[in-house]
């Protein structure tokens, strides 16, 4: 028997969270979180958090010295225009995953100490890194490209890369399977809003365009960033707020979107001010369902024709007062939201478009960790 189980490893800036999936079929042996990483009462450092992960795999046989373990999958946050696929990873991998960290300063750290642990408890197995941003490698070069010197952007490595590739590639391939079409067969406009958020074009399977660019920063507008703004906001800060570069990065990506609108970054508490009529909440709500439309609006054009338009994560899957403000009045683009069918919860896959809607609307879960889980699973079954 070869051995059929895959362990996930997704750490953040300050939390990792695994999971033990068996394949092909997915099923969830095991899953948890090590949170607070750096802070009170939390490990003091990622290493240790590793071995706290490694140390919670020992129960039920589904431990990290098992031999029906066939892999570890990493998701890395970014893989800049070297990986476009997910890849075994070697010294050399690696050695490059750490020659993109200036993209992504806070993220490939943590997810490099993750593929350093385990290929010290598990020298012996495969690990496969899978990357945030290769989703969105098929992008063609001019939606890819920012409009400014080529030589200054190409020598900075300053482009449009996109994030959250996993989840985007996850949720437009499922659409097509609640349509019963091939994924090459349908164009999804695919909705990500969670904390982060972003949104993208998928044509025929493949991603055309998305919202984040450079960074995560670019965009729709998300829990605690401001998503799209013009960059001499950043220079008027400077000049006449006398803001550091440092003090603006947090602004913008800490301390912006809902949060810095009305002080919450949570879309619940935020349904719950605006029941009680609080005006800040409902200025946030507006203008982030503004910015959804508009990316709406954008990528139908982008796609001539759209299929189904779905939404996930936490958000896009939990808030039905987001998506019914978001696709309200669109009758004239095709899309025709049932009310009723949108306002029932669930949490599987389901379809939330009136009957006579020409472009299909849904509410897919997300499941990165699955999808991370296949593509490692399809490179190294035997
Ligand atoms: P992350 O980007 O951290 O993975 P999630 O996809 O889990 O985030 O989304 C988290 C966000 O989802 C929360 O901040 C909250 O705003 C929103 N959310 C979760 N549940 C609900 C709900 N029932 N109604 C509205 N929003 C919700």
Known sequence: ?????????????????????????????????VER????????????AFKLVAGELTDDGVGIDSPELAAVGHRVVHGGTRFTEPTVI????????????????LHNPANITGIKVARELRPDLPQVAVFDTAFHSTMPEYAARYAIDRQTADTYHVRRYGFHGTSHAYVSR?????????????????????????A???????????????????????????????????????????????????LLNKK??????????????????????????????????????????????????VDAIVFT?????????VREASLRDLGSLGIEVDTVRNALRAKTARLISAAGSRVAVAVVPTDEELEIAQQTYSLVEQ
């Open 1 to 33: 028997m070869n051995p059929t189980r895959v362990l996930v490893l997704n750490s953040g800036s300050s939390s990792v969270k695994y999971q033990l999936l068996h394949m092909p079929h997915g099923d969830r042996l095991a899953s948890g979180m």
């Open 37 to 48: 990483i750096g802070e009170d009462g939390g490990p003091a450092d990622h290493d240790a």
């Open 90 to 105: 070697d010294d050399g991998v690696l050695a490059a995953i750490q020659e993109l960290v200036p993209l992504a300063p």
């Open 174 to 198: 499922a659409v097509a399977g609640l349509l019963a079409k091939d994924p090459s067969e349908v164009n999804v406009i695919v909705l990500h809003l969670g904390n982060g958020a972003s």
């Open 200 to 250: 993208s074009a998928v044509r025929g399977g493949v991603c055309v365009d998305t919202s984040m660019g450079l960074t995560p920063l670019e965009g729709l507008v998300m829990g605690t960033r401001s998503g799209d703004l013009d960059p001499a906001v950043v220079f008027h800060l400077a000049r006449v707020g006398g803001m550091s570069v440092d003090d603006i990065d947090t």
């Open 256 to 305: 912006s979107g809902l949060l810095g609108l009305c002080g919450d970054n949570d879309m619940r508490n935020i349904g719950h001010r605006m029941a009680e009529g609080d005006e800040a909440a409902r200025l946030a709500f507006d203008v982030y369902v503004h910015r959804v439309r508009k990316y709406i609006g954008a990528y139908t054009a982008v796609l001539g024709r």
């Open 313 to 321: 994560a936490g958000v896009g899957e939990n808030s039905a007062a």
